[in-house]
């Protein structure tokens, strides 16, 4: 009997042990963007719309996909503000463009509806990653406002800012 409790701790000590360990080892470790790095980003990505001319709006995220620097441009439309907050989320949560998630999420695509999870996905061009000089991703920049081309060009000049 007293074999068997003995076998019995030494069983539920060993789970107890992997279990801590595995969670140690799977755990999902993130380098995270600074507060200045966020700044710099969104002021690269405005100074490129101003050039542009074009009113945005300006999301940085941090590697945890949560909002990190905002920035709505005088006069920018109103709805982008949801917009490019979840382009900046939908790129980290798949740390790719959205533009290139959104060849993915057409009919017939590999993830076809994709965008209906999450609370919703903006997966057409304008959420960049955000990389440090590591190459690790840190975060990321979603704008909204103007073209999907200008949104991408300036969404990506604000990624840039960091490893510049």
């Known amino acids: ?96 463009n959205t533009g290139d998630l959104g060849r993915l999420t057409q009919p017939g695509g590999i993830i076809y509806n994709i965008e209906l999870s999450n609370d919703g996905l903006m997966t057409f061009p304008g959420g960049v990653p955000i990389k440090n000089k590591e190459g690790k991703i840190i975060g990321a920049i979603g704008v909204s406002g103007g073209t999907i081309d200008q949104d991408h060009e300036i969404a990506t000049v604000g990624s840039n800012a960091i490893i510049e």
């Open 1 to 96: 009997m007293k074999n068997k409790v003995l076998l019995s701790k030494s069983i539920t000590s060993l789970i107890l042990l992997i279990l801590t360990n595995t969670g140690a080892l799977f755990a999902q470790s993130a380098t995270d963007i600074s507060h200045e790095y966020a700044l710099k980003a969104m002021l690269a990505a405005k100074e490129k719309a101003e050039k542009l001319d074009v009113l945005v709006n300006i999301a940085v995220v941090d590697a945890g996909a949560n909002l990190k620097a905002f920035i709505r441009m005088d006069d920018s439309f109103l709805g982008s503000i949801d917009v490019a907050i979840k382009k900046a989320k939908t790129s980290r949560y798949f740390d790719i």
